[in-house]
């Protein structure tokens, strides 16, 4: 079960009561919009229409009508299906095919136009074979995100960039990435926000690598906290990447709305 971090609804609460509006960008690309929203209400936190995902940045790097084989969760699904594309069939699904024009005994799928690849735990080698056979068969390789790791209550699990990294030296091509700290996440929050300068904004995250990273990719400025897995050693250890100067640290983000709220 998700638990706050200590002070972190109230910030919410006190940034939006001061007008600022908070985004809530996230990597996760395998649950759906609406769960994500729940779960962040049952913490106290109504995030309706405030909740982007690294599924909705790949969905919007696929045109309407391409047939996509998709190795993922249901998030993806559902941003496939948003961008007005076809699920032709899922890695996962070893069903003689499963609705996919596949050929059991060549282990190739026809016409597929993308290969689509985010987190799912049911990845294997069957999986592995049919996406990569489908790339080296002229499909482009879309990725929700290249994290290598996904942190959990129990601890670092392997992420989607994991199986994407099997998935890329399987077909030999190189992946249009979509989550952060990619160009396609920061296309799809300039949207939904509907600003292109985000110069006053700021990301707030835990990781300078991907958050950090992806402030660089919005132009914008970065609140590093310590809440997460990073500890104030990886954010002087990764220093030289924001030499821009728009980089602070906070111990959390109650310290961080304080901040910017002035109270």
Request: aromatic share 4%; net charge negative; hydrophobic share 40%.
């Amino acid at each position: 079960m998700h638990q706050p971090i200590p002070g972190s609804v109230n910030a919410i609460e006190s940034l939006r009561n001061a007008g600022h509006r908070v985004l809530f960008v996230t990597n996760n690309s395998f649950s759906v919009v609406a769960d994500q929203e729940k779960a962040l209400s049952k913490i106290g936190i109504d995030a309706h229409k405030d909740v982007v995902t690294s599924s909705q940045a790949a969905g919007a790097l696929l045109r309407k009508g391409e047939r996509v084989l998709l190795g993922g969760g249901p998030g993806a699904v559902e941003a496939i299906e948003n961008a007005g594309a076809v699920l032709a069939g899922r890695s996962d699904d070893h069903t003689h095919g499963g609705a996919s024009t596949h050929d059991t005994r060549s282990g190739v799928d026809s016409e597929i136009d993308v290969v689509m690849v985010g987190y799912h735990s049911t990845f294997d080698y069957r999986g592995l074979t049919r996406l990569s056979n489908a790339v080296r068969n002229g499909a482009r390789l879309v990725a929700t995100n290249d994290d290598a790791t996904y942190p959990t209550p129990h601890g670092l699990i392997p992420g989607g960039g994991s199986i994407l990294a099997a998935v890329a030296a399987a077909s030999g091509a190189e992946p249009v990435i979509a989550g952060k700290p990619h160009k396609p996440m920061a296309d799809l929050v300039r949207h939904v926000l509907g600003i292109d300068d985000l110069s006053n904004a700021w990301m707030v995250g835990d990781r300078p690598s991907t958050d950090g990273l992806f402030a660089q990719t919005v132009g914008c400025n970065f609140a590093q906290v310590l809440t997460g897995i990073s500890s104030l050693n990886d954010v002087n250890d990764d220093e030289s990447n924001f030499a821009n100067g728009k980089t602070h640290v906070f111990a959390d983000l109650a310290s961080f709305a304080k901040m910017i709220v002035g109270s």
